[in-house]
């Protein structure tokens, strides 16, 4: 900047003070670059006598590259009281400005001059309106846009497809993309990304394996959404050919990029795979250690995810970071390391500075609560510094469950079902512990209420992925193509077990009709015997499900392990079961 006045001054002595294309040069500088003062940009601003568009637009860029947001806004008005005539270059700026600032009626006004001073054919400008209209939630105006453009280039039909996106409506954002008259890659992405932020994954691999068949190069962007799918599904055999593919073509592996794929592993089972990407990494940024340490967190790994963190200190690349320490508290949770855990949750504090927050209180009652340690939970829960929210008192009615602790859970089950009034989980819970302990008006109380309000139970389903095909299971299904040859394994699988001592465990189960049979048909237990059927002998079998495993399919799980010799590997909502010559990983601390 110092050189710069220096320049400034000369102008001055040169009598150019007043002149637009001299003073505009000097104001494009403090404006926009990173040496730049935007101060002193208006300060010169201010000066001119007669400022044209070009000085206006450089001043509008500024703004918001400085996200001041209102002040471009009120320098649009000052150019039109001026009558200063904005072009095509003024406008798009403006209207980010005021979808930044949330200034819908003044960004009708900048709509209604986009098309009186003739640019509504100009696509930088109409694709800034479609984004705008979109970030107001008014899809039907970001459409009407869209619909009158006569040339749309590729940002005007992505911006739609994710606009859709963004608020769930996956079919119009799939409609919008079959009208496409030419699909590049970066259509594809938000195609694919639509339905995997929608939880629409198998639709998702459908799309993948069109584009593919359609020759369609994977970039960067679908690799990332796809892992993402392959991530929610259990796809380990999916993830590992993009991964492959990702290595073959030398696709950039970004921050961003290199977690999704450590995450995939992690996800599906193979924490040894995750590491050895994580690992391999010339640049660990703060994220990727977030997520190694979280997945050796969800395989019950807390004393690796603690010497990973030593390790990240001892390294000194990045610093810890709120997330950090969930991960590493949630590691101790599901460890039962109580000591390590108090010593870390004190210890961010002292030595980062990190106030805990609410997912740092989560943790430490999950990790006093698995112990037994209730009345210490509850202590903690009682001396927070704010409200415990719903996620913490569910981490302390997840104990009583454990631990059968039904004055506690009494307590806390009815606040959390009034915070959370629709997820059955919270009322299955409570009416599970009145049923333990044979207080069944009370479980009919809880029935009655969920009716009254109209909760139905989530149904729990398990997946398994084939020769790259991901099969779903629901309790007693019998839609799967191979359903008969499933169910006859189910019984030989059963049958077996209870040779080796396994007794149906229906203890505080009361959502279920013909208990012995619906246990025997739990979704996970569909997925296990198919996975016998179609793996070779000794092959690992790796099952998702979307609830919590519950204590007569953990049972079942560690005896089918040992009598067919095999390693299954099941993911439930809350963490991983490695089952494995009749134990499980968890050591039963789950």
């Known amino acids: 900047m110092a050189e710069l006045k220096q320049h400034h001054a000369q102008i001055i002595k040169l009598g150019l003070c ?6 505009g040069r000097v104001i494009k500088f403090c404006s926009l670059s990173q040496s730049g003062d935007l101060n002193y940009a208006h300060h010169l601003f201010d000066y001119l006598p007669h400022p044209d568009a070009f000085i206006y637009n450089t001043m509008f860029r500024g703004y ?25 270059f003024s406008l798009p700026p403006v209207i980010r400005a005021c979808c930044s600032d949330g200034a819908v009626e003044e960004a009708k006004q900048v709509h209604a001059h986009v098309v009186k001073l003739g640019f509504a054919q100009d696509s930088y400008c109409q694709n800034n309106l479609i984004h705008m209209y979109v970030n107001f939630d008014s899809l039907e105006e ?4 869209f619909d009158k453009m006569d040339k749309k280039d590729d940002v005007s039909w992505t911006t739609l497809i994710s606009g859709y996106s963004q608020y769930g409506s996956v079919d119009e954002a799939l409609s919008v993309f079959e009208s496409m008259p030419v699909k590049n890659s970066a259509a594809w992405n938000a195609v694919i990304a639509a339905h995997v932020q929608n939880n629409r994954f198998h639709e998702a691999f459908n799309l993948f394996n069109r584009m593919r068949n359609e020759n369609v190069a994977m970039d960067n962007f679908v690799a990332a959404s796809m892992l993402a799918a392959c991530t929610r599904l259990g796809a380990l055999d999916q993830g590992e050919w993009i991964h492959n593919y990702i290595k073959t073509r030398s696709i950039e592996v970004d921050p961003k990029l290199a977690t999704t ?22 640049s660990k940024k703060v994220s990727s250690w977030n997520c190694m340490i979280g997945g050796l967190s969800m395989h019950g790994k807390g004393k690796d995810a603690i010497a990973l963190l030593k390790k990240m200190e001892a390294e000194n690349t990045v610093t810890p970071d709120y997330v950090t320490f969930v991960n590493v508290l ?8 109580v000591k390590e855990g108090r010593y870390y949750f004190s210890y961010m504090t002292e030595v980062y500075s990190i106030a805990p927050r609410m997912e740092h209180y989560g943790c430490l009652v999950d990790l006093l609560g698995r112990a037994g340690l209730l009345d210490e939970a509850k202590k903690v829960i009682n001396e927070m510094p704010m409200r415990a929210d719903v996620g913490v008192l569910g981490a302390l009615l997840g104990a009583c469950r454990i631990h059968g602790n039904i004055d506690i859970a009494e307590e806390i089950g009815k606040q959390v079902i009034e915070l959370e009034p629709e997820n059955s989980g919270r009322y299955v819970l409570l009416a599970n512990l009145y049923a333990k302990a044979g207080r069944y008006d009370e479980v009919a109380s809880i029935r009655k209420l969920m009716n009254d309000r109209g909760v139905k139970k989530v149904a729990g389903f398990s997946m398994i992925e084939f020769e790259g095909t991901v099969s779903e299971f629901i309790a007693g299904g019998r839609n799967h193509l191979h359903a008969k040859e499933i169910y006859e394994k189910v019984e030989e699988m059963m049958a077996r077990i209870r040779e080796e001592g396994y007794v149906a465990d229906n203890d505080g189960v009361v959502f279920e009709e013909d208990l012995e049979n619906s246990l025997n048909y739990h979704s996970e ?8 059927l179609k793996t070779k002998a000794r092959e690992t079998i790796r099952v998702t499900k979307n609830l919590r495993v519950c204590r007569d399919c953990h049972v079942a799980s560690k005896l089918i392990s040992m009598v067919y010799d095999r390693e299954i590997v099941v993911r439930d ?3 991983f079961h490695h089952f494995r010559g009749g134990l499980c990983s968890c050591n039963d601390y789950w």
């Open 261 to 282: 794929i450590i995450d995939m592993y992690c996800k599906c089972g193979r924490v040894d795979k995750a590491y050895e990407v994580f690992d391999s990494l010339s």
């Open 330 to 337: 949630s590691a101790c949770a599901h460890s039962g390391l």
């Open 18 to 23: 007043s002149d637009n294309d001299a003073v």
């Open 142 to 145: 970001a459409r009407r846009v």
């Open 573 to 575: 909502r809350n963490r």
């Open 525 to 532: 237990k569909l997925a296990i015997a198919f996975g016998l």
């Open 64 to 88: 918001l590259q400085a996200q001041l947001h209102r002040n471009c806004i009120i320098l649009y008005a000052h150019m039109l009281e001026r009558f200063v005539t904005p072009n095509k």
